[in-house]
Structures are given as structure tokens and as C-alpha cells.
């Protein structure tokens, strides 16, 4: 694997397991705010990351050893009002930066395999942005947000608010891979 991809996979792995655990931290601090909803949506976005680490961590297998990630990391945690915040903060720099940047590295290297590991949580990471708003939005004038069922993707992370679909809009997963959280 080209040095650069390989790197790019070592960094969205960092990335991706950190915003797991960040999300999991703040499911349970919205939690004890009372507002159910936007720890469920936590818990669903948590579980999202979880699989885009797994599909980064899995085009790394040739590797043995290791190797230091740099990712971005969102620090300060407060309350929901707070987590939300810095939950969009970095959902923004996956979208704007650091996905677009390494799928046209990994074009350009032919890394298709990694290319692809990108691109499924590029889409995702847009869908989390949208959810992390509207919950913003409920949160800052006091109020849980109102959410239908979330479906998240078990092979792609892809997210969305309602009833799985037929095929995973990214990676064409059947109905049957997704997981609800309600
Ligand atoms: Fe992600
Ligand atoms: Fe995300
Ligand atoms: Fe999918």
C-alpha cells in the first residue's frame, strides 16, 4: 500500500475510534439532562464511528506493529448544549477537509480499497452533521429533540432517521444489516 493512504487509514482510525468514545461520553451526559433523545442519537452516531473504525482498521491488515495517528480531536467537554457543539465541530472538519482530502489521495495512489473505507463515512459523516443540528436546535431552546427511529448501516455506518430501506443508499447493504436505535 502507497505510504501516504496507508498513513490517511492510520489517522481516520484514530479519528473514528476517538469520536466513538467522545459520542459515548456525551449519550451519557445528555442522559442525565433528561434529554432521552439526543442520548439516543449519540448512542446511534457512537455505534456509526465504531463501524467506519472497523472498515478503516480492516484495509490496515497487511500491517504489523505501532504506528502514531494524528487526528483531530474535539476537547472540552461540558454539558449537551456543549457536546453537541463540539460533535458538529468535528463531524464539519471529516466533511470539509480530512474525507474529501484523503479520497482524492487515494484516487490518485489507486488505493481502491481505501477509497472506498472513505467514502462510505464521508456520506455518513454529512447525515451526522444534519442530525447533530437538528438536535442543537431543540437543545439550545431547552427541549429534548424529536426523533423518529435511527437506522445506522452494520457495514457502511450509514445513518438515518426513520425506516431502513430496501438497500444501504452507499454501499447497497440489505435492509437486514441495519441496526435500529428507538
Ligand atoms: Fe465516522
Ligand atoms: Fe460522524
Ligand atoms: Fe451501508
Same mark, same amino acid.
Given at each position: 500500500?502507497? !505510504? +501516504?493512504?496507508?498513513? =490517511?487509514?492510520?489517522?481516520?482510525? %484514530?479519528?473514528?475510534?476517538?469520536?466513538? +468514545?467522545?459520542?459515548? =461520553?456525551?449519550?451519557?451526559?445528555?442522559?442525565?439532562? !433528561?434529554?432521552?433523545?439526543?442520548?439516543?442519537?449519540?448512542?446511534?452516531?457512537?455505534?456509526?464511528?465504531?463501524? =467506519?473504525? %472497523?472498515? =478503516?482498521?480492516?484495509? /490496515?491488515?497487511? /500491517?504489523?506493529? %505501532?504506528?502514531?495517528?494524528?487526528?483531530?480531536?474535539?476537547?472540552?467537554?461540558?454539558?449537551?448544549?456543549?457536546? $453537541?457543539?463540539?460533535?458538529?465541530?468535528?463531524?464539519?472538519?471529516?466533511?470539509?477537509?480530512?474525507?474529501?482530502?484523503?479520497?482524492?489521495?487515494?484516487?490518485?495512489?489507486?488505493? !481502491?480499497?481505501?477509497?472506498?473505507?472513505?467514502?462510505?463515512?464521508?456520506?455518513?459523516?454529512?447525515?451526522?452533521? +444534519?442530525?447533530?443540528?437538528?438536535? $442543537?436546535?431543540?437543545?439550545?431552546?431547552?427541549?429534548?429533540?424529536? $426523533? %423518529?427511529?435511527?437506522?445506522?448501516?452494520?457495514?457502511?455506518?450509514?445513518? /438515518?432517521?426513520?425506516?431502513?430501506?430496501?438497500?444501504?443508499?452507499?454501499?447497497?447493504? /440489505? !435492509?437486514?444489516?441495519?441496526?435500529?436505535?428507538?
Amino acid at each position: 500500500m502507497k !505510504k +501516504m493512504t496507508e498513513q =490517511h487509514l492510520i489517522n481516520a482510525f %484514530g479519528g473514528e475510534s476517538q469520536a466513538y +468514545m467522545r459520542y459515548v =461520553h456525551f449519550a451519557n451526559q445528555a442522559e442525565k439532562e !433528561k434529554f432521552g433523545n439526543v442520548a439516543r442519537l449519540f448512542r446511534a452516531i457512537a455505534h456509526a464511528e465504531y463501524i =467506519h473504525a %472497523g472498515d =478503516h482498521y480492516w484495509e /490496515l491488515r497487511h /500491517l504489523e506493529g %505501532g504506528f502514531v495517528a494524528n487526528s483531530m480531536a474535539a476537547f472540552g467537554p461540558g454539558d449537551t448544549r456543549k457536546n $453537541l457543539k463540539l460533535a458538529i465541530a468535528g463531524e464539519t472538519y471529516e466533511i470539509e477537509e480530512m474525507y474529501p482530502t484523503y479520497i482524492e489521495v487515494a484516487k490518485f495512489q489507486g488505493e !481502491k480499497g481505501a477509497q472506498r473505507s472513505f467514502e462510505w463515512s464521508y456520506s455518513t459523516e454529512k447525515m451526522h452533521k +444534519m442530525l447533530y443540528e437538528k438536535a $442543537l436546535e431543540s437543545v439550545n431552546s431547552g427541549t429534548d429533540v424529536e $426523533l %423518529g427511529s435511527i437506522q445506522v448501516c452494520e457495514v457502511c455506518g450509514y445513518t /438515518l432517521e426513520g425506516e431502513a430501506p430496501d438497500r444501504c443508499p452507499i454501499c447497497n447493504a /440489505l !435492509k437486514d444489516q441495519f441496526t435500529a436505535f428507538e
